[in-house]
């Protein structure tokens, strides 16, 4: 296992972590996926806070945030994602059912590497993971 190896899912939605997740095996990426519920909870796992202090996992290949989290909205995690050295480089792709211009827009004046609808058709979600996986995990090289 590399040191980029992790995918980080910040997903409230049991169904779509699931879903996320089948789509990811589907199109046979096997980096492991660690999963947390909330923003708050991202942010304690990124910045090793709270109960995540003395975690042994490596750091994730990239984050893949849902916008409508509990406790804290994905662009307020996306903000602090980039307000911090340690992360602020960290590949974070947005990955949510909403369509709306200003999400989208917000999402990238707070510097979002991709925007990504989340297909409702399980086929194209798992299209989408396998052009995921291929581009974020194997040919992007990251700045570290």
């Known amino acids: 296992m590399t040191k980029y190896s992790i995918i980080l899912l910040v997903e409230d939605n049991d169904d779509d972590a699931?879903?996320?997740?089948?789509?990811?095996?589907r199109a046979r990426v096997s980096n492991p996926i660690v999963r947390?519920?909330?923003?708050?909870?991202?942010?304690?796992w990124l910045l090793r806070r709270g109960s995540y202090t003395d975690r042994d996992d490596l750091e994730p290949a990239i984050v893949l945030l849902d916008l409508n989290l509990p406790k804290l909205s994905g662009i307020e995690v996306l903000k602090e994602i980039r307000a911090h050295e340690q992360t602020r480089r960290?590949?974070?792709?947005?990955?949510?059912?909403?369509?709306?211009?200003k999400d989208r827009l917000s999402a990238y004046?707070?510097?979002?590497?991709?925007?990504?609808?989340?297909?409702?058709?399980?086929?194209?979600?798992?299209?989408?993971?396998?052009?995921?996986?291929?581009?974020?995990?194997?040919?992007?090289?990251?700045?570290?």
């Open 18 to 25: 699931e879903l996320t997740r089948l789509a990811f095996s």
């Open 36 to 44: 947390v519920r909330d923003g708050v909870e991202a942010l304690d």
């Open 90 to 101: 960290l590949p974070v792709v947005v990955l949510t059912s909403s369509d709306d211009e």
């Open 109 to 144: 004046d707070n510097f979002a590497n991709s925007y990504i609808r989340k297909p409702v058709d399980h086929e194209q979600f798992a299209n989408a993971a396998r052009e995921l996986g291929l581009y974020w995990l194997v040919l992007n090289v990251p700045p570290q």
